[in-house]
């Protein structure tokens, strides 16, 4: 470890190097997952619930202009869709589990919006971050496509997830963030009202 004149010099090179060494893993075990589903308040609880989910940010993907505000975005003029940005350990969560919960909590077959919210900035996506996300979201749409979904999509119904690459993510203002925790009345009202728990229970079942 070459010469050093005192211990403290030799325990503060140990140090620095481990530390190194324990940042390298940290990130090593961080991977990001971005998906839309209509409000952004309501795709938060679902991930949190999950062992391995580090942290679910809303904010807006999928635009054309820099660092859009809520108003911007809720008005359809900037391209941008409501979205869940998701910091994950793939060590205890994997990208497929997290796309079982996605689906479980989308309409796939309203690309006008979501539930009570129509229009562009509510449309749905999986937006993956690599090759292997892109593979892993286009094989999970043809087993629903061959399973699950098969019925519906028999009787011309569509499947109009978009499945695209990421492009820059921008977190929303700080009062969206965890929303339904810090405004639970009106959280579950604004859920029910859209009839949001109705429409999935009717797309992917009471067990879902």
Request: glycine share 10%.
């Amino acid at each position: 470890m070459g010469s050093y004149k005192t211990k403290a010099q030799l325990a503060l090179a140990v140090l620095v190097l481990l530390g190194g060494h324990t940042n390298s893993l940290a990130q090593a075990e961080e991977a990001t997952a971005t998906f839309a589903a209509g409000c952004f308040w309501c795709l938060e609880p679902p991930f949190d619930k999950l062992d391995g989910v580090l942290s679910t940010t809303s904010g807006y993907i999928g635009g054309h202009r820099d660092k859009p505000t809520y108003k911007q975005v809720s008005a359809g003029s900037t391209g941008h869709t409501e979205a869940v940005q998701i910091k994950y350990d793939p060590s205890r969560v994997s990208y497929a589990e997290l796309l079982q919960v996605f689906w479980r909590n989308v309409d796939p077959f309203d690309g006008k919006g979501q539930f009570c919210d129509k229009g562009s900035q509510y449309r749905p996506g999986i937006f993956y971050h690599d090759a292997a996300q892109q593979q892993a979201a286009w094989d999970s749409a043809r087993q629903l496509k061959q399973g699950y979904l098969k019925t519906a999509l028999e009787k011309g119904q569509k499947l109009v997830v978009e499945i695209t690459q990421a492009s820059t993510f921008y977190p929303a203002e700080a009062y969206h963030q965890d929303y339904y925790q810090r405004n639970p009345v009106r959280y579950k009202y604004y859920r029910y009202r859209c009839g949001r728990d109705k429409r999935l229970e009717q797309v992917w079942g009471s067990g879902r």
